[in-house]
């Protein structure tokens, strides 16, 4: 009988190192895939916050590029009015002094060039 007591604390021993064993290894199962889904969640975060920093810098490049195009067109709407009013100021009424001048000009061109007038 002895004998047989250490045959079954042997047996419960080994039984109880299975299960340690079994124990380990669950638990190593269950905390790598701990360790992979909550890498994983890390990754998904760090693509969501990347994923919306890329979506502001677009948004705001296009809002400058509106502002942009739309300061183009005020100012090509200005220069024309300046255009518009400076071709008006050109087509407005003529100073006396330069009336005077073309008054003065003769009809027809001089019989004799200007160069040879001058010698």
């Given at each position: 009988?002895?004998?047989?007591?250490?045959?079954?604390?042997?047996?419960?021993?080994?039984n109880?190192?299975?299960?340690?064993?079994?124990l380990?290894?669950?638990?190593?199962?269950?905390?790598?895939?701990?360790?992979?889904?909550?890498?994983?969640?890390?990754?998904?975060?760090?693509?969501?916050?990347?994923?919306?920093?890329?979506?502001k810098?677009?948004?705001?490049?296009q809002?400058l590029?509106?502002?942009?195009?739309?300061n183009?067109?005020?100012?090509?709407?200005e220069t024309?009015?300046?255009?518009?009013?400076?071709?008006?100021?050109?087509?407005?009424?003529?100073d006396s002094?330069?009336?005077?001048?073309?008054?003065?000009?003769?009809?027809?061109?001089?019989?004799?060039?200007?160069?040879?007038?001058?010698?």
């Amino acid at each position: 009988m002895a004998l047989n007591n250490t045959d079954n604390s042997t047996k419960s021993i080994n039984n109880l190192q299975k299960s340690n064993c079994t124990l380990t290894t669950k638990s190593i199962i269950k905390s790598s895939k701990r360790k992979r889904i909550e890498e994983y969640y890390k990754k998904q975060h760090e693509l969501y916050e990347k994923f919306e920093q890329d979506r502001k810098r677009i948004h705001e490049a296009q809002q400058l590029r509106l502002l942009q195009s739309h300061n183009q067109s005020l100012s090509a709407t200005e220069t024309s009015k300046i255009l518009q009013t400076d071709s008006d100021q050109l087509a407005g009424p003529v100073d006396s002094d330069a009336s005077l001048l073309l008054d003065n000009q003769p009809k027809s061109p001089p019989s004799e060039p200007l160069i040879d007038s001058l010698e």
